[in-house]
C-alpha cells in the first residue's frame, strides 16, 4: 500500500477539509481528493461523509485511521532505522512537527531551528501556532510530534508535560502613557489603580492573560476594566507603544522595544513568571530527529 495515501487521508481526517489537507500537504485539492478515492476503492470503502461544512469520517474511516496513524509511524521508525545504519550517512534526518503559542514562536523558536539546522541539516522542523486545547488534541491525534505549552500546571493522563524554562512577564506601557508617569513619580502602581487601565492582551486561552484578568477582575471596585484581545502580539505592542493602554508580555517579546525606549516596564505588582512545559504524547515513538530538537530546546532559553 502506497503510505503517500494513508498521509493524505490521516492528513484531511485532521483537518476536516480538503482545502486545508491540501494546504499542509502543499499539494493542489484535485490531488487530495484523488488520493482520498484511490484510498476507498482500494479498501472498498467510505472513508468520509461529504457535507457542505467539509468532511467528516464515517464510523469505518475512524477505524481505518487509528491503523492508518500506527502504520505512518512504523514507517517513521523504519525510515529512522534506515538513516542510524548509514541510509542517511549516518545523519540524523527527518520531519518534526512542532506547536507553540505565538509567544514562543516569535521569541524563542527562530534560534532554535536555525541551530538545529546548522547541527542537523537533514531535520526539517515543521512549526506550527497552537494554543494549549489544540496542540493537546493534536498531539493525541498525532498531528504533532511535539508542542510548547506556556502553563505552570499542565496534567494530563496520555500527554507527559516536562517543565523546560520559565518565562519572564512584564508589564509595559508607552513612555508616554500616564502609568510612565506615576512610576516617574516612585509610588508603585497597585491591583486597584491598574484596573482602571486599559488592556490590549494575547487572545483568550493564552494562559498568563487570563490570569492576569483575573486579578484584574477581583481589584475592580467600580466598571470592569476595559480590555481588548488580539490574536496577534504585534497589534498588542503596537496598540501599546501608541500610548492606548497597558500589556502583559514575555519580557523576550517587548526586550527590543523596551532598550529602545519605544515602551517602559510599569512598578507595582509582581507578576510570576509563566512556565514553558514541553509535551509529547506518552505512547508515540520519539524519533531521532524529534530527539535531537528535544535536546536543542533547552539552550535557547533563560534557565
Same mark, same amino acid.
Given at each position: 500500500m502506497d503510505t503517500r495515501l494513508l498521509?493524505?487521508?490521516?492528513?484531511?481526517?485532521?483537518?476536516?477539509?480538503?482545502?486545508?489537507? &491540501?494546504?499542509? *500537504? $502543499?499539494?493542489? @485539492?484535485?490531488t487530495?481528493?484523488? @488520493?482520498? @478515492?484511490?484510498?476507498?476503492?482500494?479498501?472498498?470503502? #467510505?472513508?468520509?461523509?461529504?457535507? /457542505?461544512?467539509g468532511v467528516v469520517l464515517t464510523s469505518a474511516g475512524r477505524e481505518v485511521l487509528a491503523q492508518a496513524e500506527a502504520v505512518l509511524e512504523a514507517e517513521s521508525r523504519l525510515r529512522a532505522v534506515a538513516a542510524s545504519a548509514g541510509g542517511a550517512g549516518g545523519r540524523v534526518t527527518g520531519r518534526v512537527v512542532l506547536s507553540a503559542g505565538e509567544t514562543l514562536v516569535s521569541a524563542r523558536l527562530p534560534?532554535? +531551528?536555525?541551530?538545529?539546522?546548522?547541527? $542537523? =541539516?537533514? %531535520?526539517? %522542523?515543521?512549526?506550527r501556532t497552537m494554543?494549549?486545547?489544540?496542540?493537546?488534541?493534536?498531539?493525541?491525534?498525532?498531528?504533532?510530534?511535539?508542542?510548547? *505549552?506556556?502553563?505552570?500546571? &499542565?496534567?494530563? /493522563?496520555? +500527554?507527559?508535560?516536562? /517543565?523546560?524554562? !520559565?518565562? /519572564?512577564?512584564?508589564? %509595559?506601557?508607552? =513612555?508616554?502613557?500616564?502609568?510612565?508617569? #506615576?512610576?516617574?513619580?516612585?509610588?508603585?502602581?497597585?491591583?486597584?489603580?491598574? &484596573? !482602571?487601565?486599559?488592556?490590549?492582551? $494575547?487572545?483568550q486561552g493564552c494562559s498568563y492573560s487570563d490570569r492576569f484578568i483575573e486579578r484584574l477582575l477581583a481589584a475592580a471596585k467600580g466598571a470592569p476594566p476595559r480590555i481588548t484581545r488580539f490574536g496577534s502580539l504585534e497589534a498588542a505592542r503596537s496598540c501599546v507603544a501608541a500610548?492606548?493602554?497597558l500589556s502583559l508580555l514575555a519580557r523576550a517579546n517587548v526586550a527590543d522595544a523596551l532598550a529602545a525606549g519605544r515602551l517602559t516596564q510599569v512598578s507595582g505588582p509582581q507578576f510570576p513568571d509563566v512556565t514553558v512545559q514541553l509535551a509529547r504524547h506518552r505512547r508515540r515513538w520519539l524519533s531521532p530527529a524529534a530527539a535531537a530538537l528535544t535536546t536543542e530546546l533547552p539552550h535557547h532559553f533563560p534557565q
Amino acid at each position: 500500500m502506497d503510505t503517500r495515501l494513508l498521509r493524505t487521508f490521516a492528513t484531511v481526517a485532521r483537518t476536516e477539509s480538503l482545502t486545508a489537507a &491540501a494546504e499542509r *500537504l $502543499h499539494l493542489v @485539492q484535485s490531488t487530495v481528493t484523488a @488520493q482520498v @478515492q484511490a484510498l476507498e476503492k482500494e479498501l472498498d470503502l #467510505r472513508l468520509f461523509d461529504r457535507l /457542505p461544512r467539509g468532511v467528516v469520517l464515517t464510523s469505518a474511516g475512524r477505524e481505518v485511521l487509528a491503523q492508518a496513524e500506527a502504520v505512518l509511524e512504523a514507517e517513521s521508525r523504519l525510515r529512522a532505522v534506515a538513516a542510524s545504519a548509514g541510509g542517511a550517512g549516518g545523519r540524523v534526518t527527518g520531519r518534526v512537527v512542532l506547536s507553540a503559542g505565538e509567544t514562543l514562536v516569535s521569541a524563542r523558536l527562530p534560534g532554535v +531551528i536555525a541551530t538545529l539546522r546548522r547541527s $542537523h =541539516p537533514g %531535520v526539517e %522542523v515543521d512549526l506550527r501556532t497552537m494554543g494549549t486545547a489544540t496542540a493537546v488534541a493534536a498531539l493525541r491525534t498525532g498531528e504533532l510530534d511535539l508542542a510548547l *505549552l506556556l502553563e505552570d500546571e &499542565a496534567a494530563f /493522563p496520555d +500527554i507527559e508535560c516536562t /517543565p523546560l524554562a !520559565r518565562e /519572564p512577564l512584564v508589564l %509595559v506601557c508607552s =513612555p508616554e502613557h500616564p502609568a510612565a508617569a #506615576r512610576d516617574a513619580t516612585g509610588s508603585p502602581t497597585d491591583w486597584a489603580e491598574l &484596573a !482602571r487601565e486599559d488592556y490590549f492582551l $494575547h487572545e483568550q486561552g493564552c494562559s498568563y492573560s487570563d490570569r492576569f484578568i483575573e486579578r484584574l477582575l477581583a481589584a475592580a471596585k467600580g466598571a470592569p476594566p476595559r480590555i481588548t484581545r488580539f490574536g496577534s502580539l504585534e497589534a498588542a505592542r503596537s496598540c501599546v507603544a501608541a500610548g492606548l493602554g497597558l500589556s502583559l508580555l514575555a519580557r523576550a517579546n517587548v526586550a527590543d522595544a523596551l532598550a529602545a525606549g519605544r515602551l517602559t516596564q510599569v512598578s507595582g505588582p509582581q507578576f510570576p513568571d509563566v512556565t514553558v512545559q514541553l509535551a509529547r504524547h506518552r505512547r508515540r515513538w520519539l524519533s531521532p530527529a524529534a530527539a535531537a530538537l528535544t535536546t536543542e530546546l533547552p539552550h535557547h532559553f533563560p534557565q
